[in-house]
């Protein structure tokens, strides 16, 4: 597609989108629950099939022509992540099936190192897959887990965060996009001070990498993870970007097939990375899947599409202001929809979020309702759960006004009960 | 927006019930109580019961919790047709709502005010709400004793 000036990018991709094109309870389907996954374009779609239909072979083994077109696209497609996010080396992206399991890799491969005492630094917003990996690997090692609260609007507390930062600490691992707050967190900021201490940085950039563009390098964070389902490309692939040395010094995480370099009965030696990360068969399908939807993604500019959710961000924020029973978590954002998330976490009242979630869905309106994988921060925020409507750059203006609408019968619907 | 469907699910006594529960708190004295929860939503119930001397018959049953309008107000009703009611009788009862919400039969005349909860069966992701209570309640009345405060049965 060729960007212009003229029609929103929206208008541009919709086309791109099949799976828009159809009707939920009669209505036109509005899918705003792209936090919890992307809809997929005919180009990763058409990728995937064509990889099935002419080049499917395993990968890095054999030397015939389907292995070798199979190890092409395969190792192609990290080359496009690595390149997206700015890696300074391809050997830096090792392929997992999601973020959590890249957080589980980290967790275990170099959380072996942690002895009694040292600190790892959470924060209260982190989703259960940057939670409970740690919780794990606190109770195996004696590490303790240490948390950086929420300023007065709903924010990550910086100067809390330094507070807790001290020779202990050896991890720090935080959301750079929370999935439910919308806050953007200063990761820049976080890594600096972090390693002031000599602590090892951990970004879960699953909200992030989708939306805006990233740069691990200028961030310097020492490992990234990201899911493709939530960036255009299929599930069961997301990656890890850890810095050459670092992912160098970790031992293997999981063991089998092609991560080998020369295997005997009673050892082994390891490939070199990011293959020593990828034992067994890979998602091959799905890492070119990954591969295009960097493609589509940086042919319509990762710039372009951060400034048209801003757009749509303001007015979200602005249509939820005209309901007064809607209370928004997180930081407001700015006129021009900038400085958070375009997504809004609420609760409507009395109007429980499951019967608000069927309520918009018999208008076709695709919300998400319940905890959203973050119940401490839940609890924290004393909410037992939320509705929340999350956007990506295929959702239109008009799709926002749909939402409001059904949204503002719901709340009049058990407003007549609760009046 | 089409609110005919909505009407069959939200019919004005669940809406009622969740608004004005007349069945929420802890029974005196507590024979049993169980804690259930619907993990991938939050929903949390509390049931108690009070048996008759001979335990073999419900006297009271109660519950406190915070979930939706179905869940909340499927609660109250359970917890209303439930009194008095000899503990076999209540544990078919489970057996007949579960079947209910799979589309298949209602209850009898004299229980029929549980029959407004069949609209459920129409939203299959939202049978988990209607049923967390019922399934709490089984629990509880098939705990030889009084459970542990801390242990909680799932729905999922």
Redesign the interface.
């Known amino acids: 597609m060729a960007i212009t000036q003229a029609k929103t990018i929206a208008a541009q991709v919709r086309a791109d989108f099949p799976i828009l094109h159809q009707e939920i ?3 036109p389907l509005v899918y705003l629950d792209n936090a919890a996954t992307s809809q997929k374009p005919i180009a990763v779609l058409e990728a995937i099939r064509h990889y099935y239909e002419n080049d499917n072979a395993n990968v890095h083994r054999g030397v015939h022509t389907l292995s070798s077109r199979a190890t092409d696209g395969y190792e192609g497609a990290r080359d496009k992540v690595a390149a997206f996010v700015n890696a300074a080396s391809r050997q830096e992206i090792v392929y997992t099936r999601n973020a959590s399991e890249a957080i589980n890799l980290v967790a275990y491969a170099w959380g072996s190192t942690l002895r009694p005492g040292d600190e790892i630094v959470l924060s209260v917003m982190e989703h259960h897959s940057n939670l409970i990996p740690w919780q794990l690997l606190a109770q195996r090692t004696g590490a303790v887990l240490k948390f950086v609260e929420l300023t007065e609007t709903e924010t990550f507390n910086l100067e809390q965060f330094k507070s807790l930062l001290s020779e202990k600490t050896k991890l720090v691992s935080v959301v750079h996009v929370s999935n439910t707050l919308g806050c953007i967190n200063p990761v820049q900021e976080i890594c600096a001070e972090a390693h002031k201490v000599g602590a090892k940085v951990l970004i879960d950039a699953c909200q992030s990498v989708p939306h805006m563009p990233i740069d691990v390098q200028a961030i310097d964070c020492d490992w990234l993870v990201a899911s493709g389902h939530k960036m255009c490309a299929p599930t069961g692939i997301g990656f890890l970007y850890g810095k050459l040395d670092l992912l160098r010094s970790m031992p293997p995480f999981l063991g089998g097939g092609e991560m080998i370099a020369d295997v005997f009965l009673d050892h082994a030696t390891y490939a070199d990375l990011p293959h020593k990360f990828e034992a067994g068969t890979p998602a091959i399908a799905e890492a070119i899947g990954l591969g295009a939807a960097v493609d589509y993604l940086s042919a319509i500019g990762m710039d372009n599409i951060h400034a048209y959710e801003e757009e749509l961000n303001a007015h979200l924020f602005r249509r939820l202001r005209e309901i007064p029973e809607i209370r928004v978590y997180g930081p407001q954002p700015q006129a021009d929809g900038s400085g958070r998330a375009a997504l809004a976490a609420f609760t409507a009242g ?1 109007v ?4 608000l979630s ?2 918009l869905d ?2 076709g309106v695709a919300i998400r ?3 959203h994988c973050t ?1 401490p921060l ?1 609890r924290h925020l004393k909410a ?2 939320t509705a929340r409507a999350s956007t990506y750059f295929y959702n239109t203006r008009e799709e926002i006004d749909v939402f409001i609408t ?1 949204l503002k ?1 719901a709340v009049e ?2 407003g007549d ?2 009046g | 927006m089409t609110l005919g469907n909505l009407r069959d699910l939200y019919q004005q006594v669940i809406l009622e019930r969740y608004k004005k529960p007349k069945h929420k708190g802890v029974t005196h004295p507590v024979h049993r109580q169980q804690r259930g929860h619907n993990p991938s939503c939050g929903d949390t119930i509390e049931i108690t019961i009070q048996l008759s001397e001979s335990g073999d018959r419900i006297e009271d049953v109660k519950f406190e919790g915070e979930g939706c309008a179905i869940a909340m107000a499927s609660a109250d009703l359970m917890a209303e047709a439930l009194r008095g009611k000899a503990t076999d009788e209540a544990l078919s009862m489970v057996q007949r709502f579960q079947n209910m919400m799979q589309g298949n039969g209602d209850f009898p005349i004299e229980q029929r005010k549980l029959n407004v909860m069949q609209g459920v069966s129409q939203f299959p992701v939202r049978i988990k709400c209607a049923t967390l209570t019922w399934h709490t309640l089984k629990a509880a009345l098939e705990a030889p004793t009084l459970a542990k405060p801390e242990a909680f049965v799932s729905n999922e």
Do not use: C, K, L, V
């Open positions: 309870h009669g209505q009395e429980h979020p499951h019967d069927t309520i018999q208008a309702a319940g905890h119940q839940h037992q759960s059904s019968e619907f058990f009960i609760f």
